[in-house]
């Protein structure tokens, strides 16, 4: 049927040691912000690596069986099926070229909370946009998030913060609803370890 997402090859369900999941495409994105909201353990490999002769581009997702419980293989399983991706059981760890599977090079995926500013000044368009791409095309939660709150907002509650296009009509822009109050709040949360994402 038009639209409908064609399933991702899954090979190798009694895989010993994880399952890959190449990167560089939407399909991978979909499976990690599922993976993600199913709580699975998950890491992304930085950079590109061969294993068992084959290769790997950076930003496969890498998924290690002695660190999730349950049964992990009918749960990629399924997710393959749903979102397109390509899922690889790998029964050993033996990297020929590239990062191996416990370096600092692949980094645990932990879920982020995400809000996004809404009301002025951001465009009309701009944050139902981005939270239709993160909510619908991905799967994503996001939390909208008044932007004039984000003066006084606790943003420890979040891990990424999103300021949608600025509208170009009217309210003088996000320098004139946050003032320095909400400048310096986002700030410190950055200077924290908070992640600021602009758009435009």
Same mark, same amino acid.
């Given at each position: 049927?038009?639209?409908?997402?064609?399933?991702?090859?899954?090979?190798?369900?009694?895989?010993?040691?994880?399952?890959? $999941?190449?990167?560089?495409?939407?399909?991978?994105? !979909?499976?990690?912000?599922?993976?993600?909201?199913?709580? &699975?353990?998950?890491?992304?490999?930085?950079?590109?690596?061969?294993?068992?002769?084959?290769? *790997?581009?950076?930003?496969?997702?890498?998924?290690?069986?002695?660190?999730?419980?349950?049964?992990?293989?009918? $749960? &990629?399983?399924?997710?393959? /099926?749903?979102?397109?991706?390509?899922?690889?059981?790998?029964?050993?760890?033996?990297?020929?070229?590239?990062?191996?599977?416990?370096?600092? !090079?692949?980094?645990?995926?932990?879920?982020?909370?995400?809000?996004?500013?809404?009301?002025?000044?951001?465009?009309?368009?701009?944050?139902?946009?981005?939270? *239709?791409?993160?909510? /619908?095309? *991905?799967?994503?939660?996001?939390?909208?998030? /008044?932007?004039?709150?984000? !003066?006084?907002?606790?943003?420890?509650?979040?891990? $990424?913060?999103? &300021?949608?296009?600025?509208?170009?009509?009217?309210?003088?822009?996000?320098?004139?609803? &946050?003032?320095?109050?909400? !400048?310096?709040?986002?700030?410190?949360?950055?200077?924290?370890?908070?992640?600021? $994402?602009?758009?435009?």
């Amino acid at each position: 049927a038009p639209g409908e997402i064609p399933p991702g090859e899954f090979t190798n369900a009694g895989a010993g040691v994880a399952w890959l $999941v190449p990167g560089g495409s939407r399909a991978t994105a !979909k499976l990690m912000a599922a993976a993600l909201r199913h709580g &699975l353990y998950l890491q992304s490999s930085e950079e590109a690596f061969v294993h068992d002769q084959r290769s *790997f581009p950076s930003g496969t997702l890498i998924f290690p069986s002695a660190r999730n419980d349950g049964d992990i293989a009918s $749960v &990629l399983e399924q997710l393959a /099926r749903e979102t397109g991706a390509d899922v690889v059981g790998v029964d050993g760890s033996w990297i020929t070229s590239g990062p191996d599977f416990g370096s600092n !090079k692949t980094p645990r995926i932990v879920a982020p909370r995400v809000a996004i500013a809404w009301d002025a000044p951001t465009d009309v368009y701009s944050p139902g946009a981005v939270r *239709f791409v993160l909510e /619908r095309q *991905f799967g994503y939660p996001v939390v909208p998030i /008044r932007t004039r709150t984000l !003066k006084t907002a606790d943003l420890n509650r979040f891990d $990424v913060v999103i &300021l949608p296009d600025e509208s170009r009509w009217g309210s003088g822009g996000y320098a004139d609803v &946050l003032g320095s109050a909400g !400048k310096d709040n986002l700030a410190d949360w950055v200077s924290d370890g908070g992640v600021l $994402v602009t758009l435009a």
